[in-house]
């Protein structure tokens, strides 16, 4: 079977670029729409890999288009249902075609939105270091990967700029850069996204440790859930039938691509090493499990 090419950056000149992210590269569509398209780029270590994984925007757009219908009774969202392929010239649209939204252009809050439901990853070096995550007491004795015993938590960090690394922060510090009102409303919908989230995914064999969400305002101030939501790029997914508290579970993410960086020679600093083939082919096989498992 041959591998379909994969879409490193794309190149649309009918509109202007805005902005090449991590993964994303967003358009100007007009005043108040703008085009984002998913592409093929993996980063590790805030790095951006030269060897991009075929497929992998079409896989996070398939899976953030399903959670953004599945979740719209909880809040709404920046889709705005317009096709990519309408926006853009007629030789562009196999670039848009399968990973791509028109949506709303909104105001990002100025923190990430970061709900967990285990112990694991920087949650769990803050617990052993302080017997809490972010601030929020967590009884003594949890083990490595251990399910929250009170439920999802909200352990918001900062927006770090490019190269730097996002610091969590304290609900009190939220409601100062939010204020009160906002800082509670968005702690609410949060769990409760992440939490209807994560007990559907139990039952297609998926538990999702963490994920983190961003929120977005309109200019009257509404909440409206925006960028990718519930993605192996944005999330901790396990295979539940592998859990065991005490170890880190595999995972549907790239940490496999980061165990496998971690044991190479290289200081986490561009240029990152190319990936080899059976590398790239096991990651796409994952994202593609993760599709297929909860869609």
Known sequence: MTQPSALFETSIKSLPLLHRGKVRDIYAVDDDKLLIVQT????????????AVPDKGKILTALSQFW?????????????????ESVVAEDEREQ??????????????????IVRGYVV?????????????C???LPPGLKLADKLPGGAIFTPSTKAPAGAHDENISVAEVEKLLGRELA??????????????????LQCGIIIADTKFEFGQDNAGELYLIDEVLTPDSSRFWPAGQYQPGHNPPSFDKQFVRDWLEKQNWNKKKPAPELPQ??????????????????
């Open 68 to 84: 953004f219908d599945k979740l719209a009774h909880i809040m709404p969202n920046h889709l705005t249902g317009i096709a990519p």
């Open 135 to 137: 601030g929020i007491a």
């Open 278 to 295: 059976d590398i790239l082919h096991k990651t796409v096989e994952k994202y593609r499990e993760a599709l297929r498992l909860l869609v």
């Open 121 to 133: 990853g920087s949650g769990w070096k803050d617990y052993q270091q302080t017997g809490a995550i």
């Open 40 to 51: 093929d780029r993996l980063s590790a270590f805030d790095v951006i890999l030269p060897t």
């Open 184 to 201: 509670i409303k968005v702690s609410a919908k949060a769990i409760r996204l992440y939490t209807e989230a994560a007990d559907y995914a």
């Open 96 to 113: 848009v075609s399968e990973r791509a939204f028109v949506i709303r252009r909104l105001k990002p809050l100025p923190i990430e939105v």
